[in-house]
């Protein structure tokens, strides 16, 4: 019985990793040939220290809210459930959001760069949902 749900934790733990690293990798375009990965915006924030008002922005302290809750699951010996589940809807705003663009205008390289976060969150899902 010990090993079992000792893989369960390794599971969770491993899909919460994904989730993050997956959230990484969404895609955004806006203007005429404006566009950059989720990465490549977190890095412009953090490396501007005299625009730290875009920081408190709803669509930028949620998901690192998320984020920083999936990451403290990642040093739990049993990742706690409500953490996992909270950290997942943290950056589902994001994300989801990402997927409604991309399926509002047809864009395929949107779609495709949310894919991965959504698979990996319907997984949570259902790890964390069983009992």
């Given at each position: ?17 994904v ?59 049993k ?10 809807a ?11 663009i ?24 259902r ?5």
């Amino acid at each position: 019985v010990h090993l079992i749900y000792t893989d369960m934790e390794q599971r969770k733990k491993i899909v919460n990793i994904v989730i993050v690293l997956s959230s990484f990798i969404g895609y955004l375009e806006w203007g005429k040939n404006q566009h950059a990965y989720i990465f490549q915006v977190i890095f412009d924030l953090f490396s501007k220290k005299d625009d730290l008002e875009a920081l408190i922005h709803p669509l930028i302290i949620i998901p690192l809210v998320g984020f920083v809750i999936l990451m403290t699951t990642l040093f739990q010996q049993k990742p706690k459930r409500a953490f996992s589940l909270i950290g997942l809807a943290c950056l589902s705003t994001i994300m989801l959001l990402l997927l409604f663009i991309g399926l509002i205008k047809m864009n395929p390289k949107i779609i495709i760069s949310t894919l991965p976060f959504v698979i990996a969150g319907v997984i949570s899902i259902r790890i964390n949902w069983k009992k």
